[in-house]
């Protein structure tokens, strides 16, 4: 979806691999218990992703310039300009916009409990996730807790960024996610793009489509199946030259810019280590893929534990602890990444070493 | 009526299903152009080099993929473009898995499936996912992009969201609360009964966005010549024992029930 353009200098593509951004500090109100959070984002940019440079391999970035003076401009310099149909432009200050966000521009108010079944995945925007950022993180517990316990998710909304969201607050392994929705109004509903109206199946042709679905039925769903495949592809082209020393430019990127426009990038395991718990850690989404109730009856059945089992499999097999201290730092490195290991671009040989063997 | 944006065909085992791709959304967000502050003039991005600030026109840039912090690979144009799908009409399903499978974080753009020409084959697969309530894992190009998707249901109509990729998505675990910050039995049935005193149905109907309203009434007013009264954003403040507060709210909640 197309978003208001935010008053950065454009760096996005300078994020760190594993990190992500911190977006907003607020607090949510359940009843009148406040609970301050913090919020990141929860999607990751594409780990492979590229970058801009020149012929010679100079990194590139985006500036603003006045289309008058041609001049630099800083954040403090921009203003933001509604158009109108007659072409007239109405001016909006910050102060403006700051006015307009509503009384509890710092909280999400929590409005109600529903069952996260009733909410139609084609209302789902973007994840985030909550931090506890207050003395105690005890309140955030406890409704974390209590929504496991009901089943229920809590839907609220919030400014953020002159942009009022409407939001479901999700538990999940102890942490609360928050997954902005999308308004009713921003939905189509299927008569206005003209679908037809339900016609009466022929059973034949059910019966046929069922069995193929059967047949395509599975209890898990591996990462490999929602793989980036063009990021192999990218990163195998990439090699090839490397190893022929064509298009190669040495240090690149080594001095990280901060972002600017307010969005801070942090580590997230170091946050929720933090705020949250010692034992935190942050992994690919592998683990939330296999039907949980299917491992259970699996278990059930012959005995032997499914859960945590299957995952890393394929590097574990491949790398036995032995073989591991053998490495060198840039090999860690590389499984480092594979691994998603977050933090990995501080550690030295010996913290990748340990954070590795602890991940499989 | 908006218009179909790609054709395709379902592909599942040897069956297809023809179908057209709607937009499922609609952007209601209120545009602004960036604006010079002193002289109102619309605001241009330029790329330029990031260590001299010398703009670099399109023919010289190029896109590098980094393989280390230390070094990059430049990709050309002619190399990239050996690297492009092949276009194709087939969405292949390569599975069928249970939905709650595949949590919200996972889910990015949702589209509408509408039957291209013939719509039997298309109402037989609506029935045949609504019989065996799964969710389907497709992988399709579209404009020179390839695509992961789930297939579902929304409103009786076939439904595909593009999903985010796996290197997007984070989950956690081993989240343990210390002593000091783990709730008691007592707040926690007292937190459950606020849970449920105000718990309903999921009513997107309820939720208007009145930000987006307030931005609109400023700007006609403004257009008008007239100025709004600002309001100032107050911030509350944490405090007070929290079963007390827990109480306070039930409370709360079953008045506003009554009333």
New interface residues.
Partial sequence: MPRRARKTNGHDSERAAAAVRSFWSGTISFGLVSIPVDLYSATRPRQKSMKLVDRDGNPLGRRYECSKEGKRLANDDLVRGYETDSGKLIVITDEEFESMAPEESRDIELHSFVPFEQIPPIFYDRPYFLAPSGKSSKAYHLLSEAMQRSGRVAVGSFVMRGREYLVAIVSENGVLRAETLRYADEIRPPKSIGLPKRAKANSKSVNELRKEIKALRKDRLGVAELEDREADTLQALAREKERKGKDVIEQYGLEEEAPEGGAQVVDLMEVLRKSLSKRASVASAERALTDKSAARREAGSNGKRSGNGGRHARSRAARSEAKLKQASKSELEKLASDLHITGRSKMDKAALLNAILRAR | ??RAIWRGSLR????R?PVKL??????????????????????????????T?KE?PKE?????????????????RD?LQT?E?AASRDVD??????R????????D??Y?L??DGN???Y???????E??D?L??ARWVMRKK?Y?G?L?L????L?M?T????????????????K????TTN??KL??Q???S?????D??A??????K??CA??EA??RGKK?E???????????D?AE??R???A??REREVA
């Avoid at chain 2, 010289?60 to 050309?76: E, W, Y």
């Avoid at chain 2, 109402?123 to 996912?129: H, N, R, Y």
């Avoid at chain 2, 000091?180 to 709730?183: D, E, G, L, M, Y």
């Fill in positions: 009526m908006p599942l085992g040897r069956r299903v709607y937009s499922a959304v609609e952007d209601r967000t209120v545009h602004f152009r960036l604006l010079h502050t002193t002289d109102l003039a619309p605001v241009e991005q330029r790329i330029v080099r990031k260590d600030g670099v010289d840039q190029r896109k590098a993929l980094p393989l280390s912090r230390s070094h990059a690979v430049i990709l050309q190399e690297l799908p399903l390569c599975r069928f898995v249970a709650e499978l595949l949590s919200d974080q996972w889910y753009r949702p509408y509408g039957p719509s039997d084959a109402f037989s697969l609506v029935e045949a996912l019989r065996t799964l389907g894992i390839r992961v789930a579902f929304h409103d009786g109509y439904m969201s999903l985010r990729r796996a290197d997007q998505v984070l989950s956690f675990s081993g989240i343990e609360p210390a000091s910050a783990k709730p707040e926690l937190a459950e606020l849970v449920s105000i718990a309903s149905d999921f997107p109907t939720w208007h966005n009145g930000y987006r307030r931005v400023l700007i403004k257009a709004l600002p309001v100032k954003p107050k911030r509350r403040a944490a405090r007070g929290l507060n827990l306070a709210s039930i709360a909640a």
